[in-house]
């Protein structure tokens, strides 16, 4: 397998764990009286910590870096990490899952512009199509889920959500050639929890209920839902472009619709069986496209 369509899934295998831990989190949500905002913080702490004592057991060394770039190390932790999640949640609770959901994936379309802008030339056709395709399949899901509803507060909570996917996108590409993915991600971590944690500390929201189901939810939450995503999110980062990075990441509403209707039961309606086709064609295009850059590269010079 072509190296670039390897990092192409790392980015889908990424998108298929949020939209799981989606559902998990739902789980939490509705039978274990857990608040969004609570759970927000204990994913990030617990992603931190898991990941810093991994990397400090390993070689503490590589977690040494520069004032300057513990300073951009916590700005992507809070304007990425947490700011996506808290504005995401946000926006569930004024305008519903479906219109949060597509207000997000707006994103994408922002990584492009952004592309247009400082590297001055427009995507190439195929990832002009496969965003217009995960765009278009992204909207006919959550209009299947129950439609869009409008209100000012949670448009702009979504629209945040969405500026933030783009922001730890395309922001932390010169940090990770220097520190790593994982040094990376677990300082993003600990900045994100850290700015979670000061103005909504853990016993402002309870604690739900704890059990030994609960408690392996959210250890599922943790580490599959938050620690090994977005460490694969950001692997991919240094080695695709933005664009394409963000277009395979909207293949999570799709892994969110199948993994509701697998574990929630939630019947799918004509409308998302049609929007997921079209997500899946998108991913397809972007496949195709990745595996012809990468076959072009690799082909010598006449």
Known sequence: MPRSLFNVLLVLVAAALWGLSGAVAQILF??????????????LWGAALILLLVLAA?????????????GRLAIFGAFGFLLVQFSYFAAIASVGVAMATFLQYLGPPLIAAYVVLTEHRLP???ESLALSLALLGTLLLVLGHGGLHLEALGVV????????????????????????????TAYGFLFG????????????????????????????VVVFGTLVPFALYVMALTRL????????????????????????????????????????????????QTGRSAASKAEPPQ
């Open 30 to 43: 509705q039978h274990f009286a857990f608040s969004p905002l609570l759970l927000v913080v204990v994913r």
């Open 241 to 288: 472009r933005p664009t394409t990075v963000g277009i395979a990441a909207t293949a999570e509403p799709l892994s969110a619709a199948i993994s509701a209707f697998l574990i929630l039961g939630q019947v799918l309606t004509w409308l998302q069986y049609l929007g997921g086709a079209l997500i899946v064609a998108a991913m397809l295009t972007l496949a195709r």
């Open 124 to 126: 190439a056709r195929a």
């Open 193 to 220: 929890a850290i700015a979670a944690t000061l103005p909504w500390p853990l016993w402002v929201h309870g604690v739900g209920r704890l059990n030994s189901e609960s408690a392996l939810l959210v250890a599922f």
């Open 157 to 184: 909570f979504g629209i945040l959500s969405a500026l933030s996917l783009a922001f730890y996108t395309v922001y932390p590409r010169d940090l990770v050639q220097r520190h790593g993915p994982l040094v990376t």
């Open 58 to 70: 390993r070689d503490r060394r590589q977690l040494r870096v520069s004032w300057r770039d513990l």
